[in-house]
């Protein structure tokens, strides 16, 4: 058995073997939506082929859509010629579900895949035609946070923006570049209306969006690259908005375990690639079963009932309460304390952490205790029975193949928004007292300890990717277990540092219990774990 369109007419073979295969007319639903497509996505990872992709086959099977995807990869080429291409644009889906079992889907809504470059005239000139149309309502957005980025980590323009914005919209090579262009093929065919998504999982998406794309259209208007009017159709939310979304739902790396699950079923061909880009991807896709999409319900040239697939339609000021609930309390934070602590106490697992009752304790507390008293009820979504789930059946997932190591990435750009947001509340509330945080300190502290690179068991380990690492390690790296070592006098600036932890902590009188954990954490091996035992009470 093969992932191919023509494999599938053995249907009893598929039913038999457990996999759910679509109802609708594939054939008949390319046509249509190739002719008029409605919804193009850019980004073909894995999040997109386990959401985005299975909400809109749930459509297809229900009848209420009729057309698919297209999807258009901007980043990693090989993704559309090793992976969609060969595949006939199949994606085999597996949930990994909690109470063990697991969900076998072959996904076949999307249609067409294309690469997002520009000196592939064949591509580009199709992706032309699809912003061209007049059916196309919408066009979103899974690149990661650094895709809307137009400059490095120092501030300074990327090369390849420079060049676009000097030489205009004809052949960008910049990811926003080559979107904006192709946003301006939509301006001159008639000014039509379309919504721009991001569905990307960082604060405030849609507007970091709109100002990468905003600054190409200035800057091409400025230079006389683009007509006249440009720049008020990008500005005009009647023509092209820029809805913010908040998204949740863990995918993996392809997992061995998955894979050798659907080796077993005689299923050929599906062997992960690691490309060129070091861009993790297989034919299948392994995921959780929780999944949230919360958007900003702003389609100027209308929209599907994308609603009957699950996605929640709303208000602006809504989705940035939803996203504030998740990222500032109800789910980062506890992914964040269990990466540190998890990566110090040698997890190879998020889930394992789960069966350690003090860490369990720890991210309940931290959750419940020390974050629900601030947080912003939706309405739309309720934070307890967030927090419910996400330590009851998410983290714990046995299934999910989630490392410490890869939470733990880039730790020092998250714990501002994780943690300190929550100080702040405390601080502005007449209700709350910031004294009585004790465990969020101990996370700081915890990962000023991880900073040291030694476990708690004495042996080195690999510190996750973290811009800041040559600006932080040098406050603790030449520490050794049991050193005598004044954390007050040494810490200070590290503690003082609002970009890295949102708040002053001596100005918020939280720097001495961080200093008194840290010291206790590096008494001798064990200590550690000895630290989390005295201050968690179970």
């Not at 023509?6 to 007319?25: C, H, P, T, V």
């Not at 998406?205 to 440009?230: P, R």
């Not at 040494?490 to 002053?504: A, C, Q, S, Y």
């Amino acid at each position: 058995m093969k992932l191919k369109q023509s494999e599938l007419q053995q249907k009893e073979q598929w039913n038999a073997l457990g996999y759910k295969l679509f109802d609708y007319d594939r054939e008949a639903v390319t046509k249509a939506t190739k002719e008029n497509p409605f919804w193009i996505h850019f980004g073909a990872g894995n999040i997109f082929r386990a959401f985005q992709a299975n909400v809109v086959q749930n459509l297809l099977n229900k009848g209420v859509l009729s057309k698919g995807l297209i999807v258009a990869e901007g980043y990693d080429y090989e993704i559309i010629e090793k992976i969609n291409h060969p595949y006939d644009d199949l994606s085999l889906l597996v949930t990994l579900k909690a109470d063990g079992n697991v969900e076998k889907t072959v996904v076949g809504s999307v249609v067409e895949s294309l690469t997002l470059d520009s000196l592939n005239e064949v591509d580009y000139n199709r992706l032309k035609e699809i912003f061209q149309a007049p059916s196309l309502q919408m066009a979103s957005f899974t690149i990661t946070e650094k895709g809307y980025s137009l400059v490095d980590g120092s501030g300074k323009e990327l090369p390849a923006v420079t060049v676009d914005m000097k030489n205009g919209p004809a052949s960008p090579n910049s990811y926003i570049g080559k979107v904006a262009s192709l946003l301006y093929e939509r301006y001159k065919n008639g000014k039509k209306p379309i919504a721009m998504v991001s569905m990307d999982n960082c604060s405030h998406n849609g507007d970091k969006l709109y100002q990468a794309i905003a600054a190409f259209a200035k800057t091409w208007e400025e230079n006389g690259l683009v007509e006249a009017g440009f720049v008020d159709y990008v500005n005009n939310p009647y023509s092209v908005s820029f809805p913010c979304t908040m998204i949740d739902k863990i995918t993996p790396r392809p997992d061995a375990f998955v894979c050798d699950l659907l080796r077993k079923d005689g299923l050929e061909e599906l062997d992960p690639l690691i490309t060129s880009k070091n861009t993790y991807v297989a034919p299948f896709v392994n995921a959780e079963e929780c999944e949230y999409l919360v958007i900003e319900d702003l389609f100027p040239n209308g929209r599907p009932k994308l609603e009957e697939g699950g996605f929640i339609f709303t208000t602006r000021d809504i989705v940035d309460k939803v996203e504030r609930m998740k990222v500032c309390t109800c789910l980062n934070p506890l992914h964040t304390t269990l990466a540190v602590f998890g990566c110090l106490l040698g997890y190879d697992l998020i889930s394992k952490e789960m069966k350690n009752p003090v860490l369990k304790k720890l991210v309940e507390i931290i959750g419940y205790q020390e974050g629900l008293p601030v947080v912003v009820n939706p309405g739309i979504l309720d934070p307890k029975e967030f927090i419910d789930t996400v330590v009851n059946v998410r983290i714990p997932n046995p299934f999910m193949p989630d490392t410490p190591q890869r939470i733990a990435t880039d730790t020092s750009q998250k714990l501002a928004i994780r943690f300190g947001e929550t100080i702040k509340a405390y601080e502005a509330s007449s209700d709350l007292n910031v004294g009585d945080l004790k465990l969020i300190p101990l996370v700081f502290a915890g990962w000023i300890r991880y900073l040291m690179g030694i476990d708690d068991k004495g042996n080195s380990f690999e510190l996750s990717p973290d811009p800041l690492l040559e600006q932080v390690r040098p406050y603790v790296k030449d520490i050794k277990l049991g050193d005598s070592f004044d954390a007050k006098e040494e810490l200070k600036p590290l503690l003082k540092d609002k970009v890295i932890f949102g708040v002053d902590l001596y100005e918020v009188g939280l720097a001495d219990l961080v200093c008194d954990y840290f010291t206790e954490m590096i008494a001798g091996v064990g200590a550690v774990e000895a630290t989390l035992s005295k201050y968690v009470t179970l």
